[in-house]
């Protein structure tokens, strides 16, 4: 073993310790939900201003950028927070760890009531969509923080993509013995999740070719790293993870109170000092793949969902949470249906999904239906009536029709206007 496998072997253990020793009997779980705000023409308006309403009239506690204290970053209120995302244009909600569905949703209704509100007194709207309609990606409308210029001056325009987009991310949590199944498993459903809850269509003002604009884009940051959607294989073990991720691009680095642009493999850094932990985090922040162990947290971190319209704004949690209780029946049936060859069977479902939403070839029939099934069999064994909030995704299912297909027909029949009716989330609407 030379000196870098055993700084790889030091830091898996490293991250490995960090995670509970016992598989959690009840996860608790989390939402990180990002909306885009826009001005009534579906121009990107400018939430740093919505987030000064709401530290000034709620007496939140504020956050403001280290390096440069007049940018407001966040507000924190007991239960959730709200962040400036990496776009302006884009509030995000996170709320505490909760025991139930029930409670992120009433926390969710608490902390978007008062976000809805301010933005329509200055005529804004606050849309359940997973990007900006109208406003391109642009360096214009990023966030100046120091660390979002370096990404930039890292990765160029394809960093800007982060200014648009608006996930539905849910955390989950998890326990050391399972930590390797759960990464490969919440990677593996990243098609099930684009497939029914794709709602990206439309950007730039005009039609894409993609169901979820989000996905099929950002799949093209850093492509031959896999650093976005679905990695190229399964990971046999932590060290795997490790090395695997060690051996991508170090887009920034922290040097004092700086982050500074550096763009090499994180290899060279790690013969250079060893097993920085620290490092290593921060590198593995800027690997974005469908699904995430966060050492932070406890969790794995679900990725791939658009932000959902707001009547049916539970369905990417739900989804999430039960795909995941129901990780070892949901697994055994998708190997045992695809056989050995069902990783790269579902890479190209994947793809597929991406484009044609719930009009993609399934890899098997009633595949997906037998997935959902088993999802919410996995909600109803937490014991806490939460598989009543899959009914959108079954009527996704019996329509053939997910969020990003409606809007699209939407689009067609009444163009923007349309789409900004359909996609608001109006303070009368959440209460």
Known sequence: MDDLDETIEALANQFTNAFPAETP???????????????????????????????????????????????????????????????????????????TLFEIEAIMVEALLPVARLAAQ???????????PVTPPTLAIMAPKQRYQSLYRAMGAEWLWY????????????????????????????????????????YSGRLSRFCSGREGRMAEIHANEYRHGMPARPYTSMVDYVRTVAQATYLIARTGSEVIPISRPFTDYLREHGPDFAAFLFHEHYIWNSARVRSAYGTIEIRPACQQPWP?????????????????????YIQGVLGGNYWS??????????????????????????????????????????????????????RRL?????????????????????????PGAVQ
């Open 402 to 426: 997910n969020p990003a297909q409606r809007v699209r027909r939407i689009f067609d029949l009444d163009g923007m206007a349309g789409l900004l009716t359909h996609a608001s989330i109006y």
């Open 312 to 332: 049916e704004q539970m369905a990417a949690m739900s989804l999430s949470v039960g795909l995941i209780e129901a990780a070892t029946e949901i697994d055994a």
């Open 163 to 202: 200014t648009v987009t608006a996930s539905d991310q849910c955390h989950i949590a998890i326990g050391r013995p399972e930590l390797v199944s759960m990464l490969n498993f919440g990677n593996l459903m990243a098609p099930v999740l684009i497939a029914l809850c794709a709602n990206s269509p439309i």
């Open 345 to 398: 069977i579902m890479r190209t479902y994947h793809q597929q999904a991406i484009r044609f939403g719930l009009a993609a070839p399934q890899p098997a029939p009633r595949f997906l239906e037998t997935i959902v099934e088993l999802a919410t069999i996995g909600l109803q064994q937490r014991g806490h009536g939460e598989e009543r909030f899959m009914a959108p995704l079954v009527n996704r299912l019996d």
């Open 25 to 99: 009997q009840q996860r608790t779980i989390g939402r990180e939900a990002e909306y885009p705000v826009v001005k009534a023409t579906g121009e990107a308006a400018d939430a740093r201003r919505l987030l000064e309403q709401l530290r000034a009239t709620a007496g939140l506690i504020a956050h403001y950028d280290s390096g440069n204290e007049r940018l407001i970053v966040g507000v924190d209120a007991a239960d959730y927070k709200y962040a400036l995302e990496v776009g302006v244009g884009t509030i995000e909600l996170n709320t505490r760890p909760c025991h």
């Open 122 to 132: 200055v005529n804004w709207r606050v849309l359940g969509y997973g990007v900006q």
